[in-house]
C-alpha cells in the first residue's frame, strides 16, 4: 500500500474519532434508496441545528469507534451508512428520526449517547424529546412558577392591606355642598 494513501487514511480515522469523541450524540443510519435531493435536505435540516451528517468508508468508521472505545458500534457499520453528529444530546436522533419517519428509505441503526453505545429504541425515545432550547425553557418555566406564584400572593396581601388602611373616602362635592346649608342653618 502506497505510503500516502495510509496516511490519508489514518488522517480519516483521526477525524472520525474526533467526531466520535467531540459530539454529544451520534446516530449511524443507512442510506440506501435515499436521493441527492433528500440526502441534501437531511444534511441542512441537521446543519441548521448545529449538527452535521458524514459518509464514511464503514472500515474507517469501525476502527475509529474502536478507537474512541465504542467498538459495540461496529455491528451498527455494515452497509451504505450516514453518521450524523450531534453537538447536544437529542438534536442528531430527533432530526434523524423525523426524517426516518418521512422517508422509509432512511434506516437507524444505533449510535451513541453521552459516550454509551445505544439502540435503536433509545434513539426513537431521545427524538421524542425538545431540543435544547425548549428544554431550557421549560425548566425555566418550572423555575418561575413559584416566584410569580409568590409574587401574587404578596401582591394580593398588599391589596387586602391597602383597602383596610384606605381613608374613609370624602363626600362627593354635590354632597358637601348639601350639607354646608344644613349645618350653616342650625348655627
Do not use: C, W
Not at 454529544?24 to 440506501?32: G, K, L, Q
Not at 423555575?143 to 383597602?163: D, H, T
Amino acid at each position: 500500500m502506497n505510503q500516502t494513501v495510509l496516511e490519508a487514511k489514518k488522517s480519516v480515522v483521526s477525524e472520525i474519532e474526533d467526531h466520535f469523541r467531540n459530539s454529544s450524540s451520534t446516530v449511524v443510519a443507512e442510506y440506501r434508496g435515499l436521493s441527492v435531493a433528500e440526502i441534501t435536505e437531511l444534511r441542512r435540516a441537521l446543519r441548521a441545528e448545529g449538527a452535521e451528517m458524514k459518509i464514511y468508508k464503514n472500515t474507517l468508521a469501525s476502527r475509529a469507534a474502536e478507537n474512541a472505545g465504542y467498538g459495540d458500534l461496529k455491528s451498527a457499520l455494515t452497509g451504505p451508512n450516514a453518521i450524523a453528529f450531534g453537538s447536544d444530546e437529542t438534536t442528531a436522533s430527533r432530526i434523524m428520526a423525523d426524517f426516518a419517519r418521512k422517508h422509509d428509505a432512511l434506516v437507524l441503526k444505533g449510535g451513541v449517547v453521552e459516550g454509551k453505545v445505544v439502540d435503536v429504541s433509545t434513539i426513537q425515545e431521545l427524538a421524542k424529546l425538545p431540543n435544547r432550547d425548549g428544554m431550557l425553557s421549560m425548566l425555566l418555566s418550572v423555575l418561575q412558577a413559584p416566584v410569580a406564584q409568590f409574587a401574587r400572593a404578596i401582591n394580593a396581601v398588599a391589596e387586602a392591606r391597602g383597602k383596610e388602611d384606605a381613608p374613609a373616602e370624602e363626600p362627593k362635592a354635590e354632597e358637601a355642598a348639601a350639607q354646608e346649608p344644613a349645618e350653616n342653618a342650625q348655627a
